[in-house]
């Protein structure tokens, strides 16, 4: 059984990126905030506009919540919703990539830079050129290469960009026929941390281990929504992610960190709520899924971030470990926008 107690609840937290940092794990979630905004498939009702970052010593451990590291109003270039970001450490920095609207509306993706891992974090005057949509995720290798992977589906206006610039025609939940799924997106990032390599943007593609061909685009099962994640583990590559509507956490493997990846199989069955976000990270000789679901709200849009750990199998195969880890609350305060 899953254990289900929420990491904290005195905030609502979503979209949790793990890492684990100087000996501590650090959890960089978006912050959920009470909103009279419907539900929509455009995604307005997620109108979130600071980040918190939250540390623990041992997964079941007091958790403590650094405060704000990152608002939207020290940022430039942001009209609204500050959704869900990762973090990386490199170069004795740390940096936070997030999405965010332009003042035009469009999703792009922002990245922001610490001495410390819980931040404050200082932004960049603009978005990182050539990014677009949102769900950004940080991966950097054992070479020190840095990859910037991200995308999502209809409020994510992925769909959006299938000739490489901007069709506001295609905003909502549609998603244009090219036969296969639409990609996340994934780019080699600069030693800056900051800028896209001159190799530029390329497309994440999914294969189906029957076929060999990618994931067509109307198995809403298999293909690639949002929340993409990348990490490595006994030398292969691991790509997961959200199928959006159909609410399952699933997962290809590569050899390499542009892929193509093929399918391999669910992590996360549906959980309470319409979203679906993670983060896997190795703590202390374990690994552990990060998600969300909407237990402690009963809404779509204010969430709480949950841990599980996972293990492989002997052909690599990720599986949910059935004795959890139990996860404390901390602080028990009144719950607060």
């Not at 793990?18 to 978006?30: I, R």
């Not at 997106?185 to 900051?194: E, R, Y």
């Not at 590559?237 to 399918?263: E, K, Q, R, V, W």
């Amino acid at each position: 059984m899953a254990d289900k107690q929420p990491l904290v609840t005195h905030i609502y937290t979503a979209d949790p990126s793990a890492h684990a940092f100087n000996g501590k794990l650090y959890v960089y979630p978006s912050h959920d905030r009470e909103t009279d905004i419907q539900d929509n498939d455009n995604g307005d009702q997620y109108d979130m506009n600071d980040y918190h970052v939250l540390s623990m010593e041992e997964i079941g451990g007091p958790v403590t919540d650094h405060g704000i590291a990152l608002a939207q109003a020290d940022i430039p270039w942001v009209s609204k919703q500050l959704w869900a970001p990762d973090a990386a450490f490199k170069n004795g920095k740390y940096y936070l990539y997030f999405p965010a609207r332009d003042k035009d509306g469009i999703f792009r993706i922002g990245v922001a830079e610490s001495d410390k891992p819980e931040g404050p974090f200082k932004p960049e005057p603009d978005y990182i050129q050539g990014t677009f949509s949102i769900d950004p995720a940080t991966f950097v290798d054992d070479d020190g290469q840095a990859y910037l992977y991200f995308g999502g589906l209809w409020g994510g206006q992925l769909q959006c960009w299938t000739s490489n610039t901007f069709d506001a025609s295609q905003q909502g939940p549609n998603e244009p026929s090219t036969g296969h799924a639409l990609s996340a997106k994934v780019a080699k990032l600069n030693d800056d941390m900051k800028t896209l390599h001159e190799s530029g943007v390329q497309d994440v593609v999914i294969l189906a281990p029957e076929t060999g061909k990618p994931i067509p685009a109307e198995d809403h099962d298999r293909r690639f929504f949002e929340a993409a994640w990348l990490h490595k583990y006994n030398g292969k590559y691991y790509f997961s992610y959200s199928t959006g509507d159909t609410h399952y956490l699933a997962y290809a493997i590569s050899d390499s960190p542009l892929g193509p990846f093929t399918y391999a199989g669910r992590i996360l069955e549906p959980v309470l709520g319409w979203t679906t976000h993670h983060s896997i990270a190795e703590f202390k000789g374990k690994w552990y899924l990060f998600y969300h679901d909407t237990s402690l709200s009963g809404r779509n849009h204010l969430r709480c971030v949950k841990v599980r750990e996972i293990v492989y199998d002997a052909e690599g195969k990720i599986h949910l470990k059935e004795a959890q880890p139990k996860v404390e609350e901390v602080p028990p305060a009144k719950l607060e926008a």
